[in-house]
């Protein structure tokens, strides 16, 4: 993160879900994950687990990155599924 910048980091199970714009050759590939810290500049760190493997966390400019809600989320993170 960025010195000085106010970086804002989310509180434990209010962390927000994402979805990234990704550029790749003549296209763009959106993926959904959670926006772990915010800052004021112009990255977020972005959270998301692939098929099976362990989390990865990317630092995504904020410009390519939309808010969304858990339920328009292509991928759901298991550890905050709503308790029934």
Not at 18 to 43: N, T
Not at 47 to 63: K, N, V
């Amino acid at each position: 993160m960025t010195p000085g910048a106010g970086a804002r980091r989310f509180t434990y199970r209010r962390v927000p879900y994402g979805g990234a714009r990704i550029p790749k050759s003549r296209e763009e590939l959106v993926v959904d994950g959670k926006v772990l810290f915010l800052e004021d500049g112009p990255l977020l760190n972005f959270s998301r687990q692939y098929a099976g493997e362990r989390m990865r966390t990317l630092f995504i400019p904020a410009a390519r990155v939309m808010l969304i809600s858990r339920e328009d989320s292509a991928w759901q993170d298991v550890n905050d599924r709503p308790s029934t």
